[in-house]
């Protein structure tokens, strides 16, 4: 009635034609460019934001991650701070420059940065404001 040959030779083929198809299509989509959501595209930051942290943490005339910054005088402690979710360590570092001139530092001592399990990156350190070290000092 049916020959077993045929079927066989038919589910096969239709494998093949299955697996062909799937690998094309597997190729045009590696020739597409990435398409981020647009949720995800600024990773939780907008240009904006961005750039007023750029401005925030030009503030920062020096870090050190020891206690003591070469050629300065701490005159006061601020606070810890600490910063997370950065893609990159510097943008780490740059985000705890600004967290630490929004609370009226102009030096960061301590500083030290780690990438978390998850691929972000942290930073922390003690904000305190410097002053430069007088030659007849």
């Known amino acids: 009635m049916?020959?077993?040959?045929?079927?066989?030779?038919?589910?096969?083929?239709?494998?093949?034609?299955?697996?062909?198809?799937?690998?094309?299509?597997?190729r045009m989509r590696r020739r597409?460019?990435?398409?981020?959501?647009?949720?995800?595209?600024?990773?939780?930051?907008?240009?904006e934001v961005a750039q007023a942290r750029r401005q925030e943490a030009a503030k920062i005339i020096a870090t050190s991650s020891t206690g003591q910054i070469v050629g300065y005088h701490?005159?006061?402690?601020?606070?810890?701070?600490?910063?997370?979710?950065?893609?990159?360590p510097e943008e780490a570092l740059e985000g705890l420059k600004a967290a630490a001139a929004m609370k009226g530092a102009n030096a960061l001592t301590n500083v030290h940065t780690e990438r978390t399990s998850a691929g972000r990156c942290s930073a922390s350190g003690d904000a305190v404001i410097v002053r430069k070290v007088q030659a007849d000092e």
């Open 74 to 88: 701490t005159v006061e402690q601020v606070e810890a701070v600490f910063v997370d979710g950065f893609r990159r």
């Open 2 to 26: 049916y020959d077993p040959y045929l079927i066989g030779a038919v589910a096969v083929g239709g494998l093949f034609l299955l697996w062909l198809i799937r690998r094309i299509g597997r």
């Open 32 to 47: 597409r460019p990435a398409r981020l959501s647009p949720k995800l595209q600024y990773y939780g930051q907008t240009p």
